[in-house]
């Protein structure tokens, strides 16, 4: 085992670092006040790679393993989690589900420009009655003179305003539960195709988050992603991978709100001394890094088995759970640190604690990865 970056892993995390600082930092605050969806900085992003960051290099993307990736969340949401989430909903879902359950056509078709940042891409799971038990799914995929016909609607889908692919699933057989969801890719501009409401939420208000809806909507076969039938099944893969990100942006929040709180507490004074000089300061730090440092490596645990082949079932569902419930406690202990100032919008921690509550809700609430792990461990 190597618990060493690359010299290529240190210059990746200085760039995006980099970036972040440059093109993310300076706007934050004005994004979240008025939900503005940064765009262009994410046409900047695809630029860079980072709209493509796991795929292969001949269909646009960067050809990095998810150690590198989960670097790159982590950098972003450390500056902005709103963009992070961006990012990783376009890559370890949307793009994702094409490249592992696509056939070459589409792969060759959608990919590039995904991957380039050219199409910003959203995925669509969770309905309004089916959430946690997304095998309740009610959107309906009939087909019908040699067309699919999609009716239904979907929620919480992040990107939704702002894609240009959306990949959807919908029932196609009633009757053979799990094995009877299909995914389907959709593209902006389809007639019976179109976003509704658009959330208005606690945190990560700089990321669109909202509806799609199908209304009769008419799709050539060749729009099936995947196997007829298969879409739940290829989405449980998808979810696998999806939960890293999931994790690494939550490690991106812990960290950023630590080192505000680490910053914040060599500069404040109390009594005559930096705070940072008391003992209670000092055992929140030590043990908000502590806890930092083994999410951390969690996710690269998660990442690596990832770059290996090997199944990461339990392994993500590991890091999404502690590193998300870490960062809830980190953010809270960080805007703790700051006081009443940790109340007040300039001071950015505020922020980490309203984002950072979302890590243990998407992708899987922290409940539905207790009952993963428990499912993979007797399994054993």
């Not at 970056?5 to 930092?25: D, G, N, P, T």
């Not at 998300?324 to 001071?347: K, N, R």
Request: aromatic letters at 8%; glycine letters at 10%; proline letters at 2%.
């Amino acid at each position: 085992m190597n618990f060493e970056y690359s010299a290529e892993q240190v210059e990746l995390r200085k760039s995006i670092r980099e970036f972040a600082e440059a093109e993310i930092a300076p706007h934050v605050l004005a994004w979240d006040e008025a939900q503005i969806f940064p765009l262009e900085v994410i046409k900047k992003a695809g630029q860079l790679g980072i709209m493509g960051a796991i795929f292969p290099e001949d269909l646009g993307g960067a050809g990095l393993g998810y150690i590198e990736y989960s670097i790159i969340i982590e950098e972003l949401a450390r500056i902005d989690p709103s963009v992070a989430l961006i990012v990783a909903a376009h890559n370890s879902l949307c793009t994702n589900h094409i490249f592992l359950a696509g056939d070459d056509a589409q792969k060759r078709k959608y990919i590039p420009k995904l991957a380039t940042g050219e199409w910003i891409g959203c995925w669509s799971l969770t309905e309004p009655e089916a959430g946690s038990d997304a095998a309740g799914t009610r959107s309906t995929a009939v087909l019908r003179d040699g067309e699919w016909v999609l009716n239904g609607g979907k929620t919480f889908t992040t990107n939704a305003h702002y894609a240009d692919v959306c990949v959807a699933m919908a029932v196609t057989d009633r009757g053979a539960s799990q094995h009877g969801i299909s995914a389907f890719i959709l593209e902006k501009g389809i007639a019976g195709f179109k976003v509704g409401k658009k959330e208005n939420k606690l945190g990560m208000r700089a990321s669109a988050t909202g509806e799609v809806l199908f209304n009769d909507c008419r799709l050539a076969q060749t729009q099936l992603l995947g196997k007829r039938g298969e879409g739940f099944v290829d989405s449980l893969r998808i979810l696998d991978g999806g939960r890293i990100s999931i994790a690494a942006l939550a490690l991106g929040i812990a960290q950023g709100a630590f080192d505000a709180a680490l910053k914040y507490s060599k500069q404040r004074k109390q009594f005559g001394r930096f705070i940072s000089e008391f003992q209670a300061i000092q055992d929140k730090l030590s043990n908000m890094a502590t806890n930092i440092e083994a999410a951390r490596w969690l996710v690269y645990c998660a990442g690596a088995r990832k770059d290996a082949g090997r199944r990461i079932t339990r392994e993500s569902a590991m890091a999404k759970l502690f590193a998300s419930e870490m960062a809830v406690q980190v953010a809270d202990q960080a805007l703790q640190i700051h006081g009443g100032y940790g109340f007040i919008t300039e001071y950015g921690v505020e922020k980490f604690y309203r984002d950072v509550k979302l890590c243990t809700i998407g992708e899987g609430t922290s409940e539905i990865q207790r009952l993963v792990i428990a499912r993979q461990l007797l399994k054993e």
